[in-house]
């Protein structure tokens, strides 16, 4: 195996690391906000809402998955370019209303599901322009 | 609908607001010099020297607890997805804030976010 396709394999199996670790955190997030109940918007409310919160093991387990998300991502930059890595964001909603669909039971009618579309056809323009248009700053040391 | 626009409004100023003070603060320390523990660790201790990342913080947390109940009251596949705003905003806030070039394709990418988030909440 060349170093690209090294390259290329371990980027890959990163990037899909990083979509199961943000869509399995925000589902766990959700999760834990199902157990809780809405929030009332109160300062009692919103005070118990919090202690909820970090009481809530789903909760923990969600915001894991998303520091694991941020590690991965952090690690697939360090190795590839960050309009290769970008576009796993954008598929990540479309993967992310799935879930909602499958896991979750949500109806998401054919206009949500157009929503999702121009989200993701969105980012994927946005992620394909240049990512750094401003002059570096010299190296911190 | 109202009280979850409003909360929208409130997680996507918070997130943009503090993604765009942690740019600013961290661009003025500079980069790593490579990403290795250590230099990232020195890059941290420098960066938490700057009052923009203190800046920042407070409003990373409210616009992560403004997102839970977000979650509280919506479904995943609005609140989620709803989210994506942040690009919106963001364009906004890299180009008269952070003096960004932005490109006419990045503003069709923005304008294709805004529709697809203004059909997904039409339908939350």
Not at chain 1, 36 to 47: D, E, K, M, Q, Y
Not at chain 2, 27 to 34: D, F, L, N, S, T
């Amino acid at each position: 195996m060349t170093h690209e396709h090294r390259l290329r394999f371990k980027t890959l199996v990163m990037v899909l690391l990083m979509v199961v670790c943000a869509n399995v955190g925000d589902l766990m997030l959700k999760r834990g906000m199902l157990q809780i109940g809405a929030v009332r918007i109160s300062a009692p409310g919103i005070w118990h809402a919090l202690l909820s919160t970090i009481h809530n093991g789903t909760i923990w387990l969600g915001i894991l998955f998303l520091i694991g998300f941020t590690l991965c991502y952090m690690t697939a930059v360090s190795w590839a370019d960050y309009s290769y890595v970008m576009p796993a964001g954008a598929f990540g909603y479309a993967v992310q209303t799935t879930l909602a669909v499958v896991v979750l039971h949500e109806a998401v009618n054919a206009q949500r599901w157009f929503g999702v579309v121009l989200i993701v056809l969105g980012v994927l323009l946005v992620g394909q322009t240049h990512p750094n248009t401003t002059q570096k700053k010299p190296v911190a040391s | 609908m109202i009280k979850l626009v409003l909360m929208l409004i409130f997680f996507i100023c918070c997130s943009t607001g503090g993604e765009i003070a942690m740019t600013y603060g961290v661009k003025q320390v500079g980069q790593p010099e490579r990403f290795r523990p250590l230099a990232l660790l020195r890059f941290i201790g420098k960066a938490v020297r700057s009052g923009w990342v203190w800046f920042a913080l407070p409003l990373m947390a409210a616009s992560f607890y403004s997102l839970l109940i977000l979650l509280s009251w919506a479904p995943l596949s609005v609140v989620i997805p709803a989210s994506a705003f942040n690009y919106v905003v963001g364009a906004f806030g890299a180009k008269y804030l952070l003096k960004e070039t932005v490109t006419p394709r990045r503003w069709l990418g923005v304008i294709f976010v805004f529709v697809g988030v203004l059909l997904v909440i039409v339908t939350g």
